[in-house]
């Protein structure tokens, strides 16, 4: 493989006389020094006009070449594919356990917020000396009313505007 000198530096030739773009040409650089197994096809004759130009195979243990994944584009996203889903490399279940214990936590985390945010309007609706409290809450205005004459006009506003 060669440059073109007259590409100005974006395109490499090949030795097959075919051009490929500098960092598409990196990236498959990239995979190879990654895992020699790994192999990067240019589908030129894609089966449909909505197939994806490129395939991602691996030379298996058992000698097949098979597919890993198809891709529309060349760049970083693709190696950072292939290193989420390596399991040579890493313990990508433990990394999902992980991944997932956090997204619990902040649910809990939320839904404690929300429950402190609910006590404390409980708490002053309690402590006031009104006999009518209004309040904001998730963005409606809620009335509440103690006097048994006006009971039946305690409503939540957003009720009102119909």
């Known amino acids: 493989?060669?440059?073109?000198?007259?590409?100005?530096?974006?395109?490499?030739?090949?030795?097959?006389?075919?051009?490929?773009?500098?960092?598409?040409?990196?990236?498959?650089?990239?995979?190879?020094?990654?895992?020699?197994?790994l192999k990067v096809q240019y589908l030129e004759q894609a089966a449909s006009l909505g197939d994806a130009p490129w395939r991602i195979v691996e030379l298996c243990r058992?000698?097949?070449?098979?597919?890993?994944?198809?891709?529309?584009?060349l760049d970083q996203r693709v190696l950072d594919r292939l290193y989420a889903a390596d399991t040579h490399h890493h313990n990508?279940?433990?990394?999902?356990?992980?991944h997932n214990a956090s997204l619990k936590r902040d649910a809990q985390r939320r839904y404690e917020?929300?429950?402190?945010?609910?006590?404390?309007?409980?708490?002053?609706?309690l402590d006031s000396p009104?006999?009518?409290?209004?309040?904001?809450?998730?963005?409606?205005?809620v009335e509440i009313d103690d006097d048994p004459l006006r009971r039946e006009k305690v409503?939540?506003?957003?009720d009102s505007e119909h």
């Open 1 to 37: 493989m060669y440059d073109d000198p007259n590409d100005r530096g974006h395109l490499v030739r090949l030795d097959d006389n075919s051009f490929v773009e500098r960092d598409v040409l990196n990236i498959i650089e990239k995979i190879y020094h990654y895992d020699p197994n």
């Open 62 to 73: 058992d000698g097949q070449w098979r597919t890993v994944f198809y891709v529309w584009t």
């Open 92 to 98: 990508v279940l433990a990394k999902l356990d992980a």
């Open 113 to 125: 917020d929300k429950r402190l945010e609910q006590l404390d309007i409980t708490k002053h609706v």
């Open 130 to 141: 009104k006999g009518r409290y209004s309040f904001n809450y998730d963005g409606r205005w």
């Open 155 to 158: 409503r939540d506003n957003a």
